[in-house]
């Protein structure tokens, strides 16, 4: 029997983002590392320290600058909504959850403080001979003072939209990238001469974006030039794991392309 009442929900905060199909729904779930099985999993554990229960996914809250950061919207059997973190659902599908919560870890470290110096030792240690100091030779010649280095200019930040925008775009190449929830490589596709469409075009240059199901039925190729709708978001390529060379790529890639859709490809 459900007993919400006594388990601290935390509501959406509107309107939260539902899934478009099943294949949107398996895409997220092996972004969030909770399934990459073929059969996406419907329902998972809710654990706390007197009960667990099963919930499923309902949807999920974007936040983050871009919005390219996650909260998961569960639903308890008796329809009750509650926000949670992909990692920390994920956390409660182990059998050894409770025992001592990777959260709770983080919060005593961040917590703990470092112990006093007894005064007397300090003062002891002030008082020793550095005998590892040299004594001074009339001989030794100064040592050249070193130049500074020039600081690199950082290219300047980009303000993305937060909103869907329409872009433009040109297939570079296909990578494999390292995905540490599920500890696999995942296929995306690189993009380059990425543009937003606006009254002030903005000129991304490479981005990068998941190599989905949807994605997949237009079997694209390299030099393929692309329509599509989606949400940029400032979020780094990361490289893929033992991985052939020809799915590596030696030029960063500092955007990511969030759920295209109304992909045209010309």
Known sequence: MEQ??????????????????????KEKLKEWGLSSAKEAKREFWYKNRSFQRLVSIKG???????????????????????CIHPAYLKEMQSSSFGKESLLTLNDKESTTETKPVNEKQAAAKELEPDITAKPANKADKAAPAKEPKAKK???????????????????????????????????????????????????????????S???????????????????????K??????????????????????????IVKK
Request: aromatic residues 10%.
């Open 4 to 25: 919400t009442e006594s388990t601290q929900l935390i509501a959406p905060k509107g309107n939260f983002e539902a899934f478009r199909d099943d294949d949107h729904y």
């Open 60 to 82: 999920f809250e974007s936040y983050g600058t871009s919005g390219e950061f996650n909260t998961l919207v569960i639903e308890f059997h008796d329809g009750s909504l509650s």
């Open 153 to 211: 200019q950082k290219a300047p930040k980009l303000e993305l939209p937060a909103e869907k925008v329409h872009f433009t775009a040109k297939v570079k190449q296909f990578a494999l990238v390292y995905n540490p929830f599920n500890e696999e490589n995942d296929e995306v596709v690189v993009l380059e001469n990425v543009q937003i469409v606006q009254d002030n075009p903005l000129d991304l240059g490479l981005a990068w974006c998941s190599h």
């Open 213 to 235: 199901k949807t994605l997949k039925k237009f079997e694209l190729a390299e030099g393929d030039l692309l329509e599509f709708d989606g949400k940029a978001a400032a979020k």
């Open 237 to 262: 390529m990361a490289k893929g794991k033992d991985v052939p060379p020809e799915f590596l790529i030696d030029t960063p890639v500092l955007y990511k392309v969030n759920n295209p859709s109304k």
